[in-house]
């Protein structure tokens, strides 16, 4: 049989212009950025969103090619254990980033996932993003609430698939829910599962998904590979900023021992001249001491000594 031939797609090219910590996503960028241009949903929900590489990925891809999907970011922006706990600086910058691009189409959503479910009709979600908490009853009952609002176009990302300690239960589900449903799955950048729910998925993608069940390895090797590339942009410039903190403490440091130097000199100078003052004074009574007048007048300083004890 002859193998289908992959066409090369500028969409996977994308340069991501959201690129932040942490970068646990950052590898699925160009799939996230392909699936988005040739899918196209009408409505895309993220659940979990923290600094938004994911997120501002699909935005980036929805702004550039001009599509006309609504966006909508679901998160608590408090953490969770897998997560971490993290203070309100997280939502701060990246709402003030998001804010100052991509309100257009897009909406951040504070609150919990099940609190969001009241905002969306039943079978309106064409591209839903489960990236939560990760243990296997929270990411089950995730995907099972949003089912119902999921449309006949509906594709759902896992993202995690691919770990499997601290508590981490994705892989579970997927290996259940993947028996059902055509998928692709990739292992890189901690898995991501790619469920193609919808009865009524457009061409390019399910050729995608006929090239991945024609050559898993094939398309897996290729998305790998460039979202290799992403993070090593990232851990690249995870670096710089490493190191252009350490120059500012490097510089801080200098700038403390320039202080201390003036400070010893300070010092030095005001013990000199007290030194100075001192031997000035010592001279000056050494000079009195020695007068004749000093010496003349002492049996007259004993004699007032005497009466003084009485
Ligand atoms: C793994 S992070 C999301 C990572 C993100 N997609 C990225 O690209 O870096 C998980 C996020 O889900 C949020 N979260 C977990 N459970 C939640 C819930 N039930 N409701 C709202 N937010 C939740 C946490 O606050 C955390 O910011």
Redesign the pocket.
Known sequence: MTQPTMPIDPDILIEPQRV?Q????AGHVPFGAWLVAKHRPRILV??????????GAFCQTVQTKGLDTRCYA???????E??GY?DDS?FDEFSTYHDSRYTSFSRLLR?????ALDYFDEGSVDLL?I????TYE?VKH?FESWLPKLSSRAIVLF??TNVRERGFGVWRLWDELSEHYPNLRFDHSNGLGVLLVGSEIGEEVMAMQRHYQASPELVRGMFSQLGQRIENESALRQAEATSLKRHELLEHREALIVERDAALAERDRIIEAYEHERDDLKRQLGHIVNSRSWRVTQPLRRLAARWRRG
């Open positions: 932040v942490p970068a646990s996503w993220e659940l979990g969103t923290h600094t938004g590489f994911s997120y679901v998160d608590t922006w408090a953490g969770d897998h997560a993290y997280i609150m919990t996932f099940d609190e993003h990236d939560g908490l990760h929270a995730d993202h995690d």
